[in-house]
């Protein structure tokens, strides 16, 4: 069907899915984050929304699929949709998934995780690790702080929101919903899980679980940045968090959505985010950092499908059940 503008009243929406890219067309090609929703979900109609790269495609019974774009271009998309007026996004479950860097000490390639932090990782003081003192682990600290992992002790340096807490009802619940879902392995993924000895979590197969998103829009990778991930998250939650993956566009959603909440256009406390593994985003022990940053995504297509059939689940549960769920946000 042609893209189309839809009527003056806004159109309620019960679950928003967001994914960041796609690749080519939305069907029958080599897929992005946004391809397997996409066919399998066969959203029949395209809306077009000013400030949007890409239509919104809707079933036209309260469910949307959005490709926000990557890196800064989320979080500008994101508030152009909902400060268009074409929808009504008050009563709107989020689910917003994607593909990431999985943080090999909790998690292995194709692995979905379900956050219960957003943490910003873009504002920060840096010195390049060359320069900085020999002692410390590298050379990125808190904004208004004069070493690595401490907090700023002169109040109104930082940034409002370094970490954004989602609701821990609703995340319990999704994961409780999803944690059995079956996510494909591959003789591919097992032979480069083996590499990373020490490992555990990572040499497992496929797996979904709890643990943090992190946001940054720089595509970083290697084995002291991910200590500086793990650090950064345990700050910036008061060690209630847990880094598991690494992307570019969280941090942007979780800030617009929270501003948007702060204007009553969207609920806050009705927001997922669900991330899956296609790479590692460190080396395997003994192995050349810049070789594993260009390796690939050895779990590409796996992790697609993972963010499919995972959050597909929760979806259709809302969606489908919306009279139950309208009013009132599922808890465990």
């Known amino acids: ?43 029949p109609q395209k809306i077009t929304v000013p400030g949007l790269d890409h239509p919104v495609l809707t079933d036209g019974n309260g469910v949307v699929g959005i490709v926000a774009g990557t ?18 996004f008050s009563k709107t479950y989020w689910v ?6 999985v943080d090999p000490a909790v998690g292995s390639i194709g692995s979905a995780a379900w956050a219960r932090y957003v943490i910003d990782g873009d504002v920060a003081y840096e010195i390049d690790s060359r320069e900085g003192d020999p002692k410390w682990p590298y050379g990125i600290m808190a904004i208004g702080s004069s070493v690595p992992n401490t907090k700023p002790k ?109 204007m009553g256009k969207v609920d806050f406390q009705r927001v997922l985010f669900l991330r899956t593994g296609s790479n590692y985003c460190m080396q395997p022990p003994g192995k050349d950092v810049s070789e594993s940053l260009h390796f690939g995504y050895a779990g590409y297509i796996p992790s697609l499908e993972a963010a499919y059939r995972v959050g597909s689940k929760v979806a259709h549960e809302l969606a489908g059940h919306w009279d139950r769920y309208r009013d009132s946000v599922p808890a465990p």
């Open 96 to 101: 917003i998934n994607g593909i990431a860097g």
């Open 71 to 88: 890196t800064t271009r989320a979080s500008n998309q994101i508030m152009a949709l909902v400060l268009s007026g074409q929808f009504d």
């Open 154 to 262: 002169t109040e109104g340096w930082e940034p409002a929101a370094m970490a954004y807490p989602l609701n821990p009802g609703l995340v319990a619940w999704a994961f409780g919903l999803t944690k059995a879902v079956a996510i494909p392995d591959t003789p591919e993924m097992a032979s480069y899980r083996a590499l990373y000895t020490g490992y555990p979590n990572a040499q497992k197969p496929p797996f979904v679980f709890l643990g943090e998103t992190f946001g940054s829009c720089r595509y970083w990778h290697g084995r002291v940045m991910t200590q500086w991930a793990e650090d950064w998250t345990r700050m910036w939650t008061g060690e209630q968090g847990t880094f598991a993956m690494s992307d570019m566009e969280d941090q942007g959603f979780a800030a617009a959505l929270t501003r948007l909440g702060t």
């Open 1 to 43: 069907m042609a893209a189309s503008s839809l009527r003056a009243d806004p159109i309620p929406v019960k679950v928003a899915v967001v994914v960041t890219f796609e690749v080519g067309a939305d069907t029958g090609d080599r897929p992005g984050e946004f391809q397997f929703w996409a066919e399998r979900e066969r959203w």
